[in-house]
């Protein structure tokens, strides 16, 4: 069975800092590309980052590009959301996801198991 579990959301003022993690099992994780999408009150999901099996490639939302890092440790099946120089735009509820193979992808509905989510909430 698979199972994504988001963790390390929380509330944080206007330009503090929040690292995301969510560790992956019941999936063989160096097969995986993993991705971080986010889902404001009242808006659609919205894709933030990925990064392909080895970390090698990684994408990110034009909005997010510079604050933001993805990372992931794949001794420890676990992928990292580094959130810097938060905004009050940045407040969502965050899911990792994963999709099944090397290059990370920006869509949805290509990622095939996702993370039960966490709450990011930045005050200004």
């Known amino acids: 069975q698979v199972q994504l579990v988001d963790a390390g959301g929380g509330l944080v003022q206007t330009g503090g800092s929040l690292r995301l993690s969510c560790a992956a099992s019941?999936?063989?994780?160096?097969?995986?590309?993993m991705g971080w999408f986010r889902q404001a009150i009242g808006k659609e999901r919205e894709f933030v980052a990925a990064?392909?099996?080895?970390?090698?490639?990684?994408i990110y939302v034009d909005s997010v590009k510079g604050r933001f890092t993805i990372s992931r440790d794949n001794a420890k099946n676990t992928v990292y959301l580094q959130m810097d120089s938060l905004k009050p735009e940045d407040t969502a509820v965050y899911y990792c996801?994963?999709?099944?193979?090397?290059?990370?992808?920006?869509?949805?509905?290509?990622?095939?198991?996702w993370g039960q989510g966490t709450q990011v909430t930045v005050s200004s």
């Open positions: 019941g999936l063989t994780f160096n097969n995986y590309a």
């Open positions: 996801a994963a999709s099944e193979g090397a290059s990370p992808d920006t869509e949805g509905y290509e990622y095939s198991y």
């Open positions: 990064i392909g099996w080895y970390a090698r490639s990684a």
